[in-house]
């Protein structure tokens, strides 16, 4: 049985050695369509999805069970996509340097600080309308800083760790523009809360649960992400030209 050999018009390689997927459009909308999908496994639009459901569910599972599972199946269909754009393009022609267009990273940015703002947000109106438990409480509230302590360690990451190992999509200057506003954001919650409940009687040990757990997501995200990343270098690296 004979082989078939699938050819791909790729650019001239005198004018352009190395291609990226946005190069081509038949490699061009797997990629775009990765893109997106990777929005819904973004933790901030996740944690919007779960403030969201908590307040309109009125049960505990829902909101933790289908913004996860929804990350999940976005996470595994955007590392499908991606891969299968790459693969338009032999691996020694692979422009794996580039980075989307800056147009890209501005609305992803816009997009995450938009779905944590209203995901912290609708957890503030929730709170001011029930009398909770001060471990409920802290819990939830240890959980903002958490979110605010990761931006922070992230921007000082960003402006001060070595090119290789910083993030392609972030600039310092981009995520302090998202950490001003969901650190004021986080502040004036507290601050709202503060004439609902009496924070001295915060259950510290509560909060600091609440922080950890958010910071263990967070880490598990990156983890998750570190490893595709690898893993598709790895697939390019070890797939014949």
Known sequence: MKTVRETVALPDSTEQLLVHPMDMTDSRKP???????????????????AALLWIVSNNYVTPIVVPIA??????????????????????????????VPTR?????????????????VLLTL???????????????????????????????????AP??????????????????????????????VGQRYDLADLDISSALIGAVVIIAVQIIWWLASLWLSRRAAARSTARPD
């Open 163 to 192: 090119s290789r190992l910083r993030a392609e999509l972030d600039s310092w200057t981009l995520q302090l523009t998202r950490l001003i506003p969901v650190g004021a954001a986080v502040a004036v919650g507290c601050l709202i």
């Open 31 to 49: 990629f775009v369509a990765s893109w997106w999908f990777s929005f819904l496994a973004m933790p901030t639009v996740v944690f919007f999805f």
């Open 104 to 120: 890209w990273i501005v609305f992803r940015s816009v997009v995450s600080t938009a779905s944590l703002l209203a995901g912290l």
């Open 70 to 99: 929804l990350a999940v199946i976005a996470s595994v269909l955007s590392a499908y996509l991606r891969n299968e754009a790459w693969a338009y393009i032999p691996r020694k022609r692979q422009d794996l340097q580039r980075r």
């Open 126 to 160: 929730w709170l001011v309308e029930r009398e909770l438990d001060a471990g409920v409480l802290g819990y939830i509230l240890g959980s903002a800083f958490g979110i605010v302590l990761l931006m922070l360690i992230g921007l000082l990451w960003t402006a001060f």
